[in-house]
């Protein structure tokens, strides 16, 4: 056996890895009424913004993680499925959110996420359709000459 298969293994788990603790990060921070967050990011843009960023990341994660586990997947697929886990995961952290003394479900923020995670996917989808492009160019003036 080479070392090959193992190394993909090892980089999808720790990649998953990533994905359950930054999970369980913004879990946690959800399950506080009153979340470390400077003032200035309290009011209703503020909360949205981080919404957003949080849930970038989250996007960004997920994306790297999946593409690492299905490697076949094509890019579509890949942000398409990117996109799901955030909005579902998005609506389940609102939902859990609403049983949290002085913190409330709301859809904006639940669409925040979803953008969020879409944003990631879609400039992880950009930037592996630039580097394949450029892999295949560089194939292509080896060749010709």
Known sequence: MT???NREIRSATIAWLLVAGYAVLVSVLSHMSRPPVPEV???????LALHLLAFAGLGFLFYRALSRSWRGLSEVKLVLVTIAACAVFGALDE???????GRFCQAIDVAADTIGGTVAALLLAAAGRSKTQARTEKDERRILG
């Open 3 to 5: 070392g090959r298969p």
């Open 95 to 101: 939902l859990h959110q609403s049983f949290v003394p």
């Open 41 to 47: 990011l309290q009011s209703a843009p503020g909360t």
